[in-house]
Structures are given as C-alpha cells and as structure tokens.
C-alpha cells in the first residue's frame, strides 16, 4: 500500500528520471567510450526516502553518523521535528554510490535547484572505476579526479549548471541565466567559497563544454597546470581581439 508520503512517486520511473538528468553531465565530463557505463550505474543509484523505505535504509547505513543525517532529512522532508538542535537541515546526501534524496525533490521552485544531480557528483569521488566496470590504474582510481576541499564546489557548480542546461537554448540564454544565479541564487553553505561556485558556473555557461570547465577548476594542486590553461583560455575568450 502506498503511504501518502509515497504519492508523489506513484507511476514515476526513478530510473529514467535519473537517466534524464545525469546523462548531460555523463557525457560532458566522460569519454564516449565511458558514458554507458557511468549512466548504468548512476541511473540505478537514487533512492528517494519514503515512509515506506526509511526504516530499512537506516538499519542498513553503514555508520551511526549516516543514520543520524539521513533520519533528520527524511523528518525534514515530512515537516516532524529533528533529532535536535544541531540537526543537519539536509535536501540529499550520498555514500558510495547511492543517492539519498528527500521528497521535498518534487517541491522544490528554484530554477537553479537539482539536488538530484547535486549528490549523483559527489558520486564521481566516492566510487573507484572499477566499481562501474571501467579499467583502473595506479593514477586512475576514482570516476574523477577531484580536489577534496572543492567536492561541494563541484557538486554546486554542476547541479546550477545542469538546470542552466536544461533551460537555455543559446550560449546568449545561458549566460543570462548565469547571471541571474549570480544574482540571486548563490548556495548558503560554509563549506564552499561562494565566489568560486558563482565563478565558475558563469565559465561553464560560457564555453562549449561547461562540463569540463568545473571539472578543471575543481582539480587537485598536483592538475594546477590543466586549471591555469582553461582559466587562460577563458580570459581569452573574454578579452579577445
């Protein structure tokens, strides 16, 4: 039976759903050969929390922690009070290779807001080639390469950029809606330099892959010569002739 929390997924295909929204960002930031994969295993790996599931994700999280987090974004989406003041006010959350997403999902009105997209990026560090069947070596161990202290960043920038996508049919659109998020929809989160997310959001809006872009400027120090080349060509691009 379904509970009515569980109405709103009554009828959707979460897997063609997710596809929909993940395969833009796969294609940008994946060699062909790669895509199929990377889609295969994003598209199978949200998990909107339900009254139905709740209870069954919680006895299988695999740190207290995680439990706690994902308990407080379930109450969160539902309107019940937290587990306490210091409760996390959470829209989503991944581990692994699984996509925590709160039903307030279908509620959401910013144009600029896609946390479904948002923690399938975080995705990209979490799980090691491998695990979607990819080959690895000793310098490619993970899906991307991503600097530890931009994973928000690169998770904000991709998530603003996916909805720019969708919406803007022209490089001109594109860069309209870019300044309208710098104007009005900066991410409220203290673990990201809010200049570098409206930054490079405007980069990606502007160029041919935005994908790569974010990705760039989200490297590790030791990718510091890739990020200056893009950040070159974009000055160029900028300040041409």
């Known amino acids: ?11 959707l295909d979460i897997v063609a759903l997710t596809r929909r929204k993940v395969a833009p ?5 994946f060699p062909a050969l790669e895509q199929g994969a990377v889609i295969s295993l994003l598209e199978k790996s949200v998990v909107f929390l339900t009254s139905t599931n709740i209870s069954h994700v919680l006895r299988q999280s695999s740190w207290l922690s995680t439990a706690w987090d994902l ?11 937290l587990l306490g003041e210091e409760a996390p006010l959470l829209l989503g959350l991944s581990e692994g290779t699984t996509c925590y997403v709160s039903l307030s999902y279908f509620d959401e009105t910013s144009p600029f807001a896609d946390y479904l997209v948002h923690e399938a990026a975080h995705v990209f560090h979490n799980c090691k080639r491998r695990t979607a069947g990819l080959p690895e070596t000793r310098r ?7 600097d ?14 996916s909805r720019i996508l969708e919406t803007g049919g022209s490089r001109q659109a594109r860069m309209a809606l870019a300044d309208d998020y710098v104007a009005s929809a900066a991410p409220c989160d203290e673990r990201v330099s809010v200049s570098e997310v409206l930054e490079f959001v405007r980069e990606a809006a502007a160029a041919r892959n935005g994908w790569k872009h974010i990705l760039a400027r989200c490297a590790p120090p030791t990718s510091a010569g890739t990020r200056a ?5 974009t000055a160029a691009r900028r300040h041409g002739p």
Do not use: H, Q
Request: charged residues 30%; contains cysteine.
């Open 71 to 81: 308990a407080n974004l379930y109450l969160l989406s539902v309107g019940a009070e």
């Open 25 to 29: 960002m796969v294609r940008g930031l």
């Open 229 to 233: 080349s893009v950040t070159a060509a």
């Open 140 to 146: 490619r161990e993970w899906l991307l390469d991503i």
């Open 1 to 11: 039976m379904t509970r009515p929390s569980d109405e709103r997924l009554r009828g």
């Open 148 to 161: 530890y202290r931009k994973r928000e960043t690169f998770a904000y920038a991709c998530e603003a950029y």
